[in-house]
């Protein structure tokens, strides 16, 4: 068989960088969904705080994006690195 | 048995590909629709605020878009840089 | 045995496209319906904004959309150019 | 054994076709239900609206049937094409 | 070993006709039930609209059983044609 | 091994045809059940639509079931024709 | 090996019964539920109209129940036709 | 090897008759408590109907049950006469 | 090998015996757990119909409890009759 | 090799006490902490019902219980008496 | 092969300690859970209660600790008595 | 093969023990999640009641927290004991 | 084959460190979610206790946190010290 | 073969990475998008407490943070450590 180790080491890096990203997107897209729509909410109420809502809604989806960020640098050091 | 190394990678690479971008479809697809959904609910109550709301929206879901990007970016990396 | 390399290659690309279309199917479609749904509710209660409104759906479902669009070209890739 | 590379790719691609139209069901059918769901419910409350509302729901659900279509193109090309 | 590729093709064929509709009625099966039940809703408040809620009833659910529809043409095509 | 192909296509249908019922009827299970609370809780309110309120409550399960019945339709091929 | 094919055929038909019984007696039995809970609410409101709402609940339940005796059906012949 | 056609048919049955009764007590079980809850929500506001109620709730459930009792009687089935 | 065809049904018999008994506690324990808080709260605003609602509560557990008692059985004669 | 049948007899039973135990304590432990909530809330808003509340929680989650208790004897039984 | 039966005992007694106790402890942990914030909640509002409503929490919770307590004597007898 | 059946037994004790923690992490996590946000709720209405109403909480999460150290207990005997 | 029983428990408790980690991180990072959601809530409503909300709030998230801690000994404790 | 045992944990610690990052993006992504939902509708309702708000929020966020860190630790350790 010409299957040797590092092809297998590489195999299973593939494929856990796509089950890292793929599961990893799942958090963040749900979890800014919720901080967008409640923005949305907000700012069609008090309309003249859209500024300020929109600020906040932004530094808490960055938030909620590092583990995203976290995702994909995983997935990429599984590509690339490892 | 004609199975290289290089056929295993390719192979765990490709399901790679497909679970990542699969599953990483489902948290922004979500999330942005739960902030499109809300900006329809603000828009109707406070219709002379929907620029301001449309504009929300968007940024809104840009942001959620982006764990789906990543999610693109590591299944074409799979499948052409790999 | 007369399966080579390439025969396991294609077979993984097949499934993996498989399970990216539809997997990635799910949230947009959720997504979307959430959209058109709060969009029904707002045209309902505010019928004269009904353009603004349906725009708006059209957007934020448009947006939504993206990551099924991303599913569906990965699921392509997948079958055709890989 | 009498099982060629193709017999794989082919039992791969059938397999990967239900998965991919059965998963691919799930989103659009939920979503357009939510659609249809309020659409009926603002009929109900403002009945005098209901072609507009009628073209409205129609509109909101062509659009997540998109993912459900483009799954059941990926299922038609895994069954004839490849 | 008596098994021929067209066996094991067939046997994926007929296993994934079994998944494509099992979970292709999930979906629809759901969302309709949701426009039926608003609809009956809609109906118990207006009786008065009952012919213009049930015809919208009919059409929502229509659209939300295209998948389903997608689903069982896929099994039967796995079934049948492949 | 006395296994013959036509007995792994068999094993396989009869299994699928299982998952194709089960899962099948999920769905509409749910579904008719949400439309039948509705029914019931509409007549609870306005008892004098209760004919009409039973016949949209049949009219949209019967919608709901034909999920149900696709399933039903591509089980008993899956165990008689094939 | 004593495992003849017609054993395999058989293990399967048996495990298939065993999935579709189980997962199909989810669906109804959580959607009759829904509909009886309904109707105990709503003759808690309204008992001068048990009579009626009692028998929309059961025709209600009798077609939730279908798909639940499709799943008995589709077991049974995996037990005793097959 | 010991193990003969007849072993694996009755291992495949008393497993699928595990999976039979342990997925088939999740729909009633569930179902039923939705039932009893309301029912005892109801005789809590209208204490002087409850017999009606009882006997309204015993109905209700004794419909939902019957999914347990079909995936009670596969099972044994599956033991007994298999 | 020492693996008699009789131990390979007695090892599937008792992982049944498990998941019958598993999976079959999930259902009626929830839906205890539903009617029991329903009680407790009507009960609170009802003390006066304390005898009462506990009966209820008591019948409308114990058929919840049936399926619980099925898997229960179905899981000893797993263990002791097979 | 030196693996008996009745080493795979204990193992399987071992694991699938363990099955039973996990799951079967996932029902009663939700569903009693159901029925506790409800009796704090009820006792918080009638305080001068406490006894009589405290009692209807216990009834209420010793007939919860008995499933994880079956969960409790099975695995016991598979423990030390098969 | 030096893997005596003993070990493979050992081995799925240890895996199905691990999956005991795991799933053991989702249960109560969420169903304590909800006691402890409906106590909270109650004590806000009533505080003069809180001894009572502190002990009610107390009772309620320990019941449903008894489950995750029976996962945890299945888990030790697997490690140490078995 | 070099490998003993002492590793093997120690591959699954390892195996459990990150099933263990990582499955008993999730119910007190967020069953504590829960204490802790009415517990918030309570005292940001009612803050002089905050000394009390910490005890609380902590008393609550103290109990919730013990099937997760339950796990940690199973993990850490799956380590270093067996 | 060159792979010794060291490798073999070596691999499983990497992948052991990698699943209870993963899985531990869900509960605690949805429970102290809710918390800080329900702590900017309260502080919201009742600026001029913020010291003491915050107070709590961390308080409650630092009991929720343990188990997330404990995963982390747990996955520390599988990759350097066994 | 030339797959070491070094192969082996290597593949299992790749994995095993992907497996951490990946489950463990969901809670802390969901409970951050949760803290963040709730500071922006507070700041809608009480603009002039912004800066109070986004600094509750922040440290809020930072504790459900923490979870996902420490899966990014182990995934990194398991990377470039082990």
Known sequence: MAIEGI???KAAAYLGAG???GLGA???????GMVG???CEAIGRNPQQAALLTRT???GQAVSESTGIYSLVIAL???FVV
Request: proline residues 5%.
């Open 26 to 32: 799942i958090g963040p897209g749900v979890g800014e």
């Open 57 to 59: 809604m932004l530094v």
């Open 7 to 9: 092809d297998l080491i």
């Open 37 to 39: 729509a409640k923005a």
């Open 19 to 21: 089950v890292a990203m």
């Open 77 to 79: 050091l599984l590509l």
